[in-house]
């Protein structure tokens, strides 16, 4: 028999459905079993394509004697951390503070019946192993001490709920200055790895934000040493085995300080800023690679993660057929049966099939092990022909691939994340003139508008319906299976079409972000329209009016043990940073002063840790540098034709502090600082915070003001 979690959304609660453990999503009807049975909540948070969560769930959540061992002590609610990062960032930070350890997922929490926890970890195994109890013995052990000891919990939970509250950040009378800006600077000049290129030493996670600090540095002063630090680990990235060398797009990061062997899973929110990254990096340095890397990630994203309906899937799993990895490693034997002679022995050296195994012992992980010119030289063939003989081998692998069974995909819709993929694709597409990936970054922001904005504010999920995506089914019957057996998103258990969860201020602020984005690649007045409405509730329902900076959850969000006011980067970058950022951009082409007085007030909040801590924080950076030198706002008008051709030749030159809005002169209903009348075919009004310049209608002109930096 299901539990309670046959009914909803998350692919991941799915796949605990059938558990014999009696799961209860997070709400009311748990939490009321809790109090009125005085039994404590064993809280489980994992993800889908998480391997741990998987370990954890077969070992322990499909046993019947932990089971049983859990339903008579406990209430046992499971989460998705993606669906509640609310409930997550509570979570994870107390159990840092009982343990002084580091979590992640699965993470494992023990709660009273009012939700505050007392004992916490992450994964445990069934059996002792690792340094670790059994579980089954643990939970034991933990409900005894619920029930004997409750007055050291109660004090325990007073000291813990003080904790929490210092976390948040307090009002300072500092000036705002550019010493934060060069100690982060310095800060990852030290840390940045001269040999393999990223920062830190294993594991090795993409940070995008830091490295687009690094190219905008580049672009603001011309120092070459920064553009060395973000190019030389976007090319090392690229080469790495944390990139799908075979299918595009990129997974969560190298287990090695060489980017060789990744955990595999692929998540949507680290692909869409790495898209934008590699186009940024194209345009300052003309590396070929990058602009390869931004078209086969675009391409796998439009492949794989794009829904019918236009949303943008969540993940791809680690696991295929029960095993990390088994998707994308290879056997030389298998590579070789599938090319002919010449094919191999370009990919072979170009791939490292002729080096050691790099897997497990006895497979291979592809990366780029050797370049094409070393390998046409040994072969003593042309670079054109080793190229040719490379596409021809990496087509054959990749429709090899296709016929294995491919991970689990997480086919929830989430709005903060698809806002980073739709920023990345509109970004790429306006700098590579791609109309298709512009068009499926318009298809995921109207599905978000018309799916997920309800009443003047947004649902955090969407699952759609289990028939609706053909891709699916269909290559699941390729592989002879069943079509809702393998990929946990294409469940016939329920929730479909459903969009549901309040909205979190990741949500609003990323996706008023990506309308900002999308204006410029192509201005479409309903996405002015959206970011108005956006940023509106954003002010009225996040912010701190009285310190300033905005909250992680709504005014009238369920009632918490803590309200989080996060602006510290994590996986994906902080809400509070993106929010100020936007703001400010907002705030100067609209000259709208409460959107630029709430960046200010944010900034002034965190410039403490900033100041303190300059590490981690890369994205409230980025909007203070913009608040200390306002970005050039370039509104053109005039014939669309004429437009056009501007607009592409101010997207030859990386220009990060640069907005460029191109209106056609028939568009009407604009607001006042927008509605400039054209004289000419193209007048172009050039403003940098209350500095305007007098209209330019020569392309020449505009283009050595652009590059100048600055209007005064």
Known sequence: MPNHLAGETSPYLLQHADNPVEWYPWG?????????????????????????????AHESFEDEEVAAIMNRHFINIKVDREERPDLD???????????????????TMILTPEQKPFFGGTYFPKQPRYNLPGFGDLLMRVAGFYHEHRNEIEQQNESLLAALDRTRPEKTTQALSTEPLQRLLAQLQNSFDPLHGGFG???????????????????????????????????????????????????????????????????????????????????????????????QTAGWVMREMQSPEG???????????????????????????????????????????????????????????????????????PQEEAQQRLASARSKLFTAREKRVHPGRDEKVLVSWNALM??????????????DWLSSAQLACDFIRNSL???????????????????????????????????????????????????????YAFMLDALLELMQAEFRKSDLDFAKELAQVMLEQFQDRQLGGFFFTSHDHEKLIHRPKP???????????????????LGHILGEHEYLEAAERALKLYYPELSGRPG????????????????QIIILRGEKNALTGWQRELQRDYLPHTLVLALPENLGGLPQSLDRKAVGPVNAWVCQGVKCLPPIDNLQQLKQVCKAGGVG
């Open 201 to 295: 030493d294993a594991p090795k996670f993409p940070h995008p934000a830091e490295i687009e600090f690094c190219l905008r540095s580049f672009a603001a002063t011309g120092d070459s040493s920064t553009l060395r630090i973000a190019g030389f680990t976007l090319e090392k990235m690229a080469k790495g085995g944390i990139y799908d060398q075979l299918g595009g797009g990129f997974c969560r990061y190298s287990v090695d300080q060489y980017w060789m062997i990744p955990h595999f899973e692929k998540m949507l929110y680290d692909n869409g800023p790495l898209l934008r990254l590699y186009a940024d990096a194209w345009l300052a340095s003309d590396n070929p690679l990058f602009k390869t890397v931004a078209e």
């Open 616 to 631: 981690g924080y890369t994205s409230m950076m980025m909007a203070l540098e913009e608040f200390l030198s306002p970005p």
């Open 311 to 381: 949303g943008y899937y969540s993940t791809l799993d680690a696991d295929s057929d029960h095993e990390e990895g088994k998707f994308y490693t290879w056997t030389r034997e298998q590579a070789a049966s599938l090319l002919d002679a010449q094919e191999y022995a370009v990919a072979a050296a170009y791939y490292g099939l002729g080096r050691l195994p790099n897997f497990e012992g006895k497979l291979w992980h592809l990366n780029v092990s050797k370049s094409l010119d070393e390998i046409a030289s040994t072969l003593s063939i």
């Open 28 to 56: 009311e009807e748990a939490l009321k079993l809790s109090r009125e049975q005085n039994k404590p909540i064993l809280l489980s948070i994992g993800y889908s394509a998480c391997h741990w969560c998987h370990v954890m």
């Open 567 to 585: 602006g510290h980067d994590n996986a994906t970058p902080a809400g509070n940073g993106i929010a100020a950022s936007a703001l400010l951009r």
């Open 89 to 107: 960032q509570i979570y994870q930070t107390a159990q840092y503070m009982l343990t002084q350890r580091s979590g992640g997922w699965p993470l």
């Open 453 to 507: 904005w309800r009443n003047r504010r947004l649902l955090a999920t969407y699952k759609s319906a289990p028939d609706s995506d053909s891709r699916s089914v269909e290559r699941e019957r390729a592989q002879g299976g069943d079509a809702t057996s393998q990929l946990p998103g294409v469940s016939a258990k329920g929730g479909a079409g459903k969009a549901h969860l309040n909205a979190y201020l990741d949500d």
């Open 422 to 435: 739709i920023k990345g694709m509109a970004h790429a597409a306006r700098i590579f003139g791609n109309q």
